[in-house]
């Protein structure tokens, strides 16, 4: 075999090689993350208790959580004030009427993605936050501002952000064994990890869409999509 031949085979080799590692270059990677914390305050903290209670049956003095999923939303906002506006409140606004009668806690995440891929934490992530139904005692939030109307829209940016981030928590937290978009939630209605005692208490979710966590997942493939 000739030289520029063997030369060819040895750069798609390479180019092969490189491709199979980007996804532990992204693991590898820390990412900048911009602490913006919103109130939780003794009354967010009196309701997340009497929220882990009443919906999981957990009787405790203690906002802690053990994460065991990672949780991938949208905000359908168009910006991150907008998103942050949402989630500071400590009790939920009467807008919610949809999820009102389960709980006055208001809604929020762990984590903030911008447009630009710039990550604000929210939150310590191992308190507990009303984002997921029958999985919040366990589960991390990140959400991704976008998907205003529906739209999907979130971007190359907040795609690379996410994978980042993911890989960071997983890292971090050796319990995580999942990644699932906020519309797969029901998947784990008869796993041990689901908690929710009102069986009437579900919303029908497409966020982030099935574009956004097909690409996430091609990036990080080592995080079960359902039990």
């Known amino acids: 075999m000739s030289r520029p031949i063997l030369a060819l085979l040895g750069t798609i080799l390479l180019l092969i090689l490189a491709t199979a590692l980007f996804p532990l270059y992204l693991s590898l990677k820390e990412p900048d993350i911009i602490d913006r914390p919103i109130r939780f305050g003794p009354e967010r903290t009196a309701l997340t208790l009497a929220y882990m209670k009443e919906h999981y049956d957990i009787d405790t003095n203690d906002t802690t959580i053990v994460p065991r999923i990672i949780v991938i939303h949208y905000t359908a906002t168009k910006t991150a004030d907008e998103a942050f506006k949402t989630f500071d409140p400590e009790r939920l606004p009467a807008s919610r009427h949809d999820i009102a009668d389960a709980s006055a806690l208001n809604v929020s995440a762990h984590f903030l993605v911008d447009r630009d891929g710039t990550v604000y934490r929210l939150m310590p992530e191992t308190t507990m936050a009303r984002h997921v139904i029958g999985l919040n005692w366990c589960s991390i939030g990140i959400e991704n501002v976008g998907g205003?109307?529906?739209?999907?829209?979130?971007?190359k940016?907040?795609?690379?952000?996410?994978?980042?981030?993911?890989?960071?928590?997983a890292s971090k937290y050796p319990t995580i064994k999942y990644l699932i978009g906020h519309y797969e939630y029901r998947k784990f209605e008869h796993s041990p990890l689901w908690k929710e005692k009102d069986p009437s208490y579900r919303t029908e979710k497409q966020d982030p869409g099935e574009r956004f966590m097909k690409e996430l997942r091609k990036l990080v493939h080592n995080l079960r999509a359902e039990p």
């Open 148 to 155: 205003a109307n529906g739209a999907d829209n979130l971007t």
């Open 157 to 169: 940016a907040q795609l690379k952000a996410n994978a980042e981030l993911v890989f960071h928590l």
